[in-house]
């Protein structure tokens, strides 16, 4: 099995009271149309917008309602919040909690019209509900399990974050991008990144940010970090440049993976001694449980898995709307993405 997905558009949508609810319907509907979701997927979205941020509004104290376009073919809509959390998620998937509005179609609804949904709460604590819409909306599936969340500078419309995934057999290649400072050109520095990525993923960690340099140059630059994770041979190798932080959570062996201080793209002055330092891989043992979160400079580090147990039985992405939401420095485009060993089918 062969794929490539790159999750580039994305809308974060303040929900604080009623009168926001329309525009996350909005949003969710240029989502879909981003996407080139047909028109009963396209109202599916809005649905669901209006469903999650009008719980917003009446259970939690407001809250988020992050988009992504994951590629043609797929929605992802995120709700997060630090409300009060929800005591039992099984009766809040019946059809009569209701919401308290009459537009409220319940989260049963939710779950039956989303391709993908999950839900994760914990009370006094808040709750992020993922939901997934369109006819690509599933993931890579396997023994590698990928999820993650982008979100805008808050004046901008175009996102100079990104990531990108290119898998095949035995082989995940995760890239996330950071194109210099926010808005349309580091929207376009990211994109030349996420599309090397995408045409050439068997060269590898080093080899790909040594393309990505070279490709970069008629950019504004970039900050970048590969992963890759060979299924076969059980290893990660690790390369970055700028600000893009890897951390790598295994039973006993945390680990930081250092990114190299630099720009993709800005060599011209640099001299030849410099660039073979670029080529430098950290490289780890990559055994079940393993889980490995990169993100830009758009998140700080103060977060910390503890924080959220038992997020391994959910969907990565809800992790990685955690540490979003925990850690967002705020006033720059943000992105996690979380990489994991499958917690449904562990190796033998
Ligand atoms: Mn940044």
Partial sequence: MTGRMMVTEAWDVTVADESQVHGAAAAASAAALAAGLDAADLATCELLATELATNLVRHAVGGRLLMNVSGRGAVQIVAVDRG???ADVAASMTDDFSTGSSLGAGLGACRRGAAQFDLYSRVGQGTVVLARVGPAAAEPSGLIEVGGV??????????????????ETHRMTVG????????VEAAEARQAALELLEQQPALGSAGLLREIDEGLRV?????????????????????????????LFRPRADQTLISRPGILGAGHGVGVAARPRLHRLVSADWIAPAVLVLHTDGITSRWDPAD?????????????????????????????????????????
């Fill in 84 to 86: 009060p959390g929800i």
């Fill in 150 to 167: 982008i979100t805008p500078h808050p004046d901008e419309s175009a996102v100079g974050d990104g990531f990108g995934l290119a898998w």
């Fill in 176 to 183: 996330v991008v950071d194109g210099l400072g926010h808005g």
């Fill in 219 to 247: 950019t504004r630059g970039a900050a970048a970090a590969i992963a890759q994770i060979d299924g076969w041979s059980r290893q990660l190798s690790f390369a970055g440049v700028g600000n893009v932080t890897g951390r």
């Fill in 308 to 348: 959220y147990p038992g997020t391994d039985h959910h969907h990565p992405a809800i992790l990685a709307a955690l540490i979003w939401r925990d850690a967002l420095r705020g006033g720059d485009d943000a992105t996690v993405v979380v990489v994991r060993t499958s917690s449904r089918n562990p190796p033998p």
